[in-house]
C-alpha cells in the first residue's frame, strides 16, 4: 500500500492548526495510508502544545527557529512515504483534498503535482476579491505548470531527494516555493495541476 506523507511547518499557529491536523487525520483514503508530519518551528505561542495533545496520530519534529524552507526540508527528510504532500498550518483541506492528489500519481506518470485553493471566510469583502483574482489565475492554468505553492504540493519522495530540497537560505515564507518548483522544472518535469 502506497504512504502518503504530509508534512506541515508549524510556527506560531495556534489559532489554526487544530483544525488544520484534524482535517488531515480525517482525509478519506483509498488505497494509501497517510503519515502527518508537524514540523514546530520554534514556536512562542500554544502551538507546541496543541501538536503535542495528537500524540502519536502525527509524527512532532521540534526544532529552533529556522524558517519553512528548513522545516519543510525537516518534515520530508523524516517521511518515510513514497509521495510528500506539503501544505501550511493555516491551510484546511477538504476531506478528498488528498485522495485527489493520489489519484494522480497512481494513474499518470508524474513525479509532481498541486491543487487549487479557496478561501474559508467569504463575509470578507476582501476576500471574495482575492477568491476572484484565485479562480481567474486557475482557469488560465494548462494541464502541466511550472509553479505551485506549498500550501498543495505533492512530489514524489524521490524526485525531492533530486532537487536537494527547499532551499533554506529562505528564511521568510517568500520565494521558497517559487525556488522549489524551479529546481522541479530543471530536472526536467513539470507539476500536473489538479484543480478538484
Known sequence: MMKISVVIPVFNAEIFIDATIKAVLEQRTEDFAIELIAVNDGSKDGTLAILERFGDKIKLINQENQGPAAARNAGARAASGEIIVFTDS????QADWLANLHRIFKNENVSACAGSYCIANPES??????????????KSFKRMIRFAGTYNLAVTKELFEQTGGFDEAYRQASGE???FCYKIVKTGKLIRFVED
Open 125 to 138: 469583502v476582501l476576500s471574495r476579491i482575492i477568491q476572484s483574482e484565485i479562480e481567474f489565475r486557475y
Open 90 to 93: 493555516d491551510t484546511i483541506p
Open 177 to 179: 516555493d517559487n525556488d
